[in-house]
């Protein structure tokens, strides 16, 4: 039986593509920036910095750190307004529900503001004993530096963790720091390219609560 499972946010739990993309290209237009929404979908994950630099040097657009952070404050400030569009999927309360034996986590690239604002909206804080998000780490996924912080702070060696992913950078992480990975294709990835990085298991939607829930704890290794 697993230790702990740790749950990625935008595009695995939360319905957010919708509201990140357009916190991005709000933020974008504003400075003469423009680059496609499939752009920003699949950097989803990456951290907003990062993707900020992305889009900015992809423009051709010069920038220092001081404007880097001033379109971060910007761009957190304009997803927050934002958040009453972001919905839970379908299952996510059911699945959280079912892996309350287990220890968990929330560990997501997005900053700490946008996500603690959706979880106190959602009423579901109080499923993750930890949230680990942007602001705890150095290095973005695919880097496995997030994971391994929530796996420290929940007290649980990596290879008794499981990750709920949705993107091909969180697989790679979550294979990284040694943990089991179980892949949804909601976000901006399809099972396709999901399957190509090698997760333990890929899925298309969290309904099937009680055998996902089994393979989050490990009593099973495939649906």
Not at 114 to 129: A, G, K, P, Q, S
């Amino acid at each position: 039986m697993n230790c702990a499972v740790i749950f990625d946010w935008d595009g695995t739990l939360a319905d957010s593509k919708q509201a990140v993309v357009a916190s991005f290209q709000k933020v974008f237009h504003e400075n003469s920036v423009y680059v496609s929404d499939e752009f920003i979908e699949k950097r989803i994950g990456i951290g907003s910095r990062n993707l900020l630099v992305d889009a900015l040097k992809a423009s051709g657009a010069s920038f220092d750190e001081q404007l880097l952070q001033s379109l971060l404050k910007r761009k957190i400030e304009v997803e927050i307004g934002l958040s009453s569009t972001v919905k839970l999927f379908d299952g996510v309360v059911d699945v959280l529900e079912s892996v309350q034996d287990l220890r968990a986590a929330l560990a997501s690239m997005n900053n700490r503001a946008v996500v603690e604002e959706l979880l106190d909206r959602m009423h579901i804080r109080e499923c993750f004993e930890v949230v680990v998000t942007a602001e705890d780490v150095k290095r973005a996924k695919p880097d496995p530096e997030i994971f391994v912080e929530a796996a420290k702070r929940l007290h649980c060696p990596p290879s008794e963790c499981v990750v709920l992913e949705d993107s091909i950078f969180g697989v790679k992480a979550a294979k990284s720091a040694g943990m089991k990975c179980a892949a949804v294709s909601s976000g901006s990835y399809s099972r396709g390219q999901l399957e190509a990085e090698k997760p333990d298991l890929v899925i298309d939607s969290l309904r099937n609560t009680l055998e996902i829930a089994d393979f989050l704890r490990g009593q099973n290794s495939r649906l």
